[in-house]
């Protein structure tokens, strides 16, 4: 039994070489330990789609995006969309993409648990294609996406140590290889076993899991214990503004800057006004469309950006150019991902002049023998990965990986990310309000 979708231009069709013959998209779910967070704690298994695009002449390319169910039925309307296009044509995809959704609607499911609303939809959904199409584009004509996107301006690219609270592992399965981290010595320890084993440069502390008070003592261990480190932490919004200028305060000489404090871009621009602390934000700027208020409002100093909701790497780097435009800094986001949103997130940095901060990642979290790519595709040294050098994105499909985590999508019967449902299971008085503090 699968769950794939897969749709195919008509038997006998004409399909040039460059233009899309067939799509399949595989849901996929990992091993997730469990992750605090504001709106609850992370589900035993984290879903992601993969997505192979082949075209005429039989070039194979790759994406990877959110698996939450409403999402997949809009990936099932777009790749029908996109059909019989040429890869090379980004503007022609695009169109496609938003004429699709604009003709059925389909509600709910973006994959990121209520800390990222009002993303754009088609840039959404296009995302996966557009990185799919330049993988095929690069192949071609034998160049890794990072030159497609521009050529790289680093053959490195620096990742953040992405610290949170956990449990000492899911309820039902017992402690897990990461143990608990509840305190501020849990968080030092942590962060010590993320820098032993990658060599992370920075740090980030995902927040708003424990009392403001409580966070800010764990960012001052951190500072303590790792001095020359650049620390973040990111409330997701868990803070009133009063709070945020408190807390701000607190940490005014420890961070490099604060990510999401509070809710909205009227109350981060009044945070702003009162601190001295660059703000940063992937709640409040998530699409084109919120760039002029932020910026009327003066609500933010870095953007961190994210090709899975900003519609690939070709608009990221649209939106390079107006943060730069903007005196915006830039920075990068993350959601649990596998090797082929890696891949396309270190392409992406490895092109972006203005990208002058360590991008987040989840991939500590995920287990080494789960992935959609092959074994071994990436080796971080200090803290950094080395932009892939083969043609497109320059990672291999696991054809026997990819078929594990779909099956174990099949099994484990997750179709939506619920971090407070499954909060509520183990604390029903648990409610997901923000600001909170
Ligand atoms: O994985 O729990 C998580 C994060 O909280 C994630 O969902 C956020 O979108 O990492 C993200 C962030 O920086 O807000
Ligand atoms: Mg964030």
Known sequence: MSEEIFVAAPAGTAVGDNAIRDIRIT????????????????????????????TGGGAVGLGETYGDAAHLARLALAAEAVLGGD???????????????????????????????????????????????????GKILGVPVSELLGGRVRGRVPFS????????????????????????????????????????????LKGGVFAPDEEAAAMLALREAFPEVPLRIDPNGAWSVDTSVRIADRLKDVLE?????????????????????????NMWVVAFEHIAEAVRLGSIDIVLSDHHFWGGLE?????????????????????????????????????????????????????????????????????????????????????????????????????????????KRFDPSFENTAPRW
């Open 27 to 54: 849901p996929v779910a990992f091993a997730d330990p469990p992750l605090l967070n504001t709106v609850g704690v992370h589900e035993p298994f984290a879903l992601r789609a993969i997505v192979q695009m082949r």
């Open 87 to 137: 890869v090379f044509a980004a503007n022609d995809m695009r169109t496609r993409v938003a004429r699709a959704l604009a003709q059925r609607s389909v509600t709910g499911g973006h994959g990121m648990s209520g800390m990222v609303t009002g993303t754009s939809t088609a840039d959404r959904v296009l995302s996966p294609f557009d990185v799919a199409a330049l993988d095929i584009r």
């Open 161 to 204: 140590g992405y610290l949170f609270y956990k449990w000492e592992g899911h309820p039902s399965a017992g402690a897990d290889r990461w143990g608990p981290a509840l305190n501020p010595e849990g968080i030092v320890e942590q962060a010590r076993s993320f820098i032993n084993g990658y060599g992370f440069g920075a740090l980030k």
């Open 257 to 281: 800057y604060l990510e999401d404090p509070t809710v909205g871009l009227e109350a981060m621009a009044e945070v702003r006004r009162r601190t001295s602390l660059p703000l940063a934000t």
């Open 315 to 423: 608009r990221s780097k649209l939106l390079a150019g107006i943060s730069e435009a903007m005196g915006w800094g830039l920075s990068m986001h993350s959601n649990s991902h596998l090797g082929i949103s890696l891949a396309a997130m270190t392409h992406l940095a490895a092109a972006t002049p203005v990208l002058d901060y360590a991008c987040d990642t989840h991939w500590p979290w995920k287990r080494e023998d789960e992935d959609v790519v092959a074994p071994g595709t990436f080796a971080f040294d200090g803290g950094a990965l080395a932009v892939p050098n083969d043609p497109g994105l320059g990672v291999e499909l696991d054809t026997e990986g990819l078929e594990r985590l779909h099956r174990q999508y099949i099994d484990c019967g997750i179709r939506e990310r619920d971090d407070t449902g499954y909060m």
